[in-house]
């Protein structure tokens, strides 16, 4: 099976730098997603890894290191409209089931 | 506007009772999924389907069936709905069942009492 974990509460400010932790356990690792959801509302994809490294995307990146079994979101230049919930997934060995951690919740502060 | 249309938005249900949420999709997407959520415990995996025509069990397959006559839909039933089934349900869809990108419908609220 696959788990995973990561924390489910972070605060910030608007304007500051924010990293949320993901770590997993798989039998089999097809690569490393992070999706946003806002109260209310549908998740939406942000990120893959499939190899190590940073990936960056306006100012969202997403990092992970496979042999840590571990990765983080970054978020930069926080805004208010970033208060959401975020989730990391990874892909099991059968690649049937992408399996959700669950889930972060980001609060910015004014 | 492409995507995921669900329905209906929220339900409350007698325990007891069957139900079926409807699940629609315009991207030509291969690959769909049910999935549910529940404070605390992030997304779980109900059923998925591959293609039209073949189904699959996930995470937490019992109490639910699924059917995919055609590409477009996905409906998941509760044959006999029980309170623990109360939870807001997700239905997903990608490209391929490999993909890592999956696009979410707006969900369903259902309440079981």
Same mark, same amino acid.
């Given at each position: #099976? *696959?788990? @995973?974990?990561?924390?489910?509460?972070?605060?910030?400010?608007?304007?500051?730098?924010?990293?949320? =932790?993901?770590?997993?356990?798989? +039998?089999?690792?097809?690569?490393? +997603?992070?999706?946003?959801?806002?109260?209310?509302? %549908?998740?939406?994809?942000?990120?893959? !890894? %499939? @190899?190590?490294?940073?990936?960056?995307?306006?100012?969202?990146?997403?990092?992970?290191?496979? +042999?840590?079994?571990?990765?983080?979101?970054?978020? *930069?230049? @926080?805004?208010?409209?970033?208060?959401?919930?975020?989730?990391?997934?990874?892909?099991? $060995?059968? %690649? $049937?089931?992408?399996?959700? #951690?669950?889930?972060?919740?980001?609060?910015? @502060?004014? | 506007? %492409?995507?995921?249309? *669900?329905?209906?938005?929220? *339900?409350?249900?007698?325990?007891?009772?069957?139900?079926?949420?409807?699940?629609?999709?315009?991207?030509?997407? !291969?690959?769909?999924?049910?999935?549910?959520?529940?404070?605390?415990?992030?997304?779980?995996?109900?059923?998925?389907? =591959?293609?039209?025509?073949?189904?699959?069990?996930?995470?937490?397959?019992?109490?639910?069936?699924?059917?995919?006559?055609?590409?477009?839909?996905?409906?998941?039933?509760?044959?006999?709905?029980?309170? +623990?089934?109360?939870?807001?349900?997700?239905?997903?869809?990608?490209?391929?069942?490999?993909? !890592?990108?999956?696009?979410? #419908?707006?969900?369903?609220?259902?309440?079981?009492?």
């Amino acid at each position: #099976g *696959q788990s @995973l974990e990561q924390p489910s509460e972070v605060t910030a400010v608007e304007g500051a730098i924010v990293q949320i =932790n993901c770590t997993y356990q798989t +039998s089999g690792f097809y690569g490393l +997603s992070w999706y946003q959801q806002h109260d209310g509302g %549908a998740p939406t994809f942000l990120s893959y !890894n %499939a @190899l190590d490294g940073l990936e960056e995307t306006g100012r969202f990146s997403s990092f992970l290191s496979r +042999s840590d079994s571990y990765g983080y979101l970054l978020l *930069q230049e @926080l805004q208010m409209k970033d208060s959401a919930s975020y989730f990391c997934a990874v892909r099991d $060995r059968s %690649a $049937r089931q992408l399996t959700f #951690g669950s889930g972060t919740q980001l609060t910015v @502060l004014p | 506007i %492409a995507g995921i249309t *669900q329905a209906p938005t929220s *339900q409350i249900l007698a325990a007891g009772r069957r139900m079926t949420l409807r699940c629609t999709q315009d991207m030509r997407h !291969n690959a769909m999924y049910w999935y549910r959520q529940d404070l605390g415990l992030g997304l779980r995996l109900i059923h998925y389907s =591959n293609t039209a025509g073949t189904t699959g069990k996930g995470e937490v397959p019992d109490g639910y069936s699924v059917s995919r006559a055609n590409t477009d839909d996905f409906p998941l039933t509760l044959a006999s709905a029980v309170p +623990s089934q109360t939870s807001v349900y997700f239905c997903a869809s990608s490209d391929s069942l490999g993909s !890592n990108v999956l696009t979410f #419908g707006a969900g369903s609220r259902l309440t079981v009492l």
